[in-house]
């Protein structure tokens, strides 16, 4: 019988990272090194932060969006404050939480 860890790994391999489920391949460019891996856009956190940090001047709009991971497509954990782009995208990242090997960052930028 598989331990609880090994059944995790293997439903976000078969259900949440499947590009014909859940995930999307988008070019990720972090630290120096682009390369397109499958992405989760978590919708109903995005939806959350977009209330947040509303303080900004007139004209300037935050985005926020929160996406999904694995560690291993990544290569290694970002640091929060780092340039970070989606596509063709330039987020700044404002926060990570890594959950068994699966990363959870938070991007924002501002746009006028």
């Known amino acids: 019988m598989k331990n609880f860890k090994e059944m995790l790994d293997k439903d976000l391999e078969t259900t949440f990272y499947n590009t014909n489920e859940f995930a999307q391949v988008r070019k990720i460019k972090y630290d120096g090194v682009s390369k397109d891996i499958p992405v989760v856009l978590d919708s109903e956190e995005t939806k959350d932060r977009n209330g947040i940090g509303s303080d900004h001047a007139e004209g300037i709009y935050g985005r926020f969006i929160v996406i999904r991971v694995r560690l291993s497509d990544l290569g ?32 924002e930028r501002f746009d006028e």
């Open 76 to 107: 290694s954990e970002p640091r929060q404050g780092a340039r970070f782009w989606i596509d063709n995208n330039l987020y700044t990242i404002a926060n990570v939480l890594n959950e068994y090997n699966e990363l959870i960052i938070d991007l």
